[in-house]
């Protein structure tokens, strides 16, 4: 932006007017610039929940540094993959697909195992997973069943609130 700036500053010479024109746009670039710290500093927006912490701190602790989880594909903000840096069979799609890269299969099938999870253990094999996340994400993705997961697989962690449990894949 300053190279792009000091461009124009450049271009302007011989205007009376760009003394006025270059107080101007450094008023808009502060003013946008202190509007937009202003906003951050009331703003009560936070990428993760206290859960979601607290379920990548039990991955990060409690699980091997190579382990592979099933989780939801369709967030950024996979407490998992971004903050535990665990792998994951797919995470979103958005900017690989513009390069690419297909994972509608990965998807197809994360979608699948969520919504039965008994009728598609294969995928288990397919990926090499070790760990399921069932949390909020993959609730809204193929309305996971909790009581059902609990049946087909050991609960390794459940937060308090019960928003995520991790279970274990028998080997």
């Known amino acids: 932006m300053s190279g792009f700036a000091f461009s124009l500053w450049e271009r302007l010479k011989g205007l009376r007017a760009r003394p006025l024109i270059g107080m101007a746009s450094c008023l808009v670039f502060f003013l946008s610039g202190s509007l ?9 927006y936070q990428a993760y929940t206290p859960t979601g912490v607290a379920v990548a701190g039990y991955v990060r602790e409690e699980t091997e540094e190579h382990s592979v989880f099933m989780t939801s594909y369709d967030t950024h903000l996979n407490p998992i993959s971004a903050l535990a840096g665990r792998t994951i069979v797919c995470g979103p799609s958005l900017w690989l697909h513009w390069h690419g890269f297909d994972l509608s299969e990965r998807q197809m099938d994360i979608r699948a195992f969520y919504g039965d999870p008994r009728a598609n253990e294969q995928l288990l094999k397919k990926y090499d997973v070790d760990y399921i996340l069932v949390g909020p994400d993959e609730r809204r993705l193929a309305q996971a069943d909790d009581a059902l997961f609990s049946q087909l697989y050991e609960p390794v962690y459940t937060d308090e609130n019960r928003e995520y449990t991790i279970y274990k894949v028998p080997t």
């Open 36 to 44: 937009s710290i202003a906003r951050e500093l009331v703003g009560s």
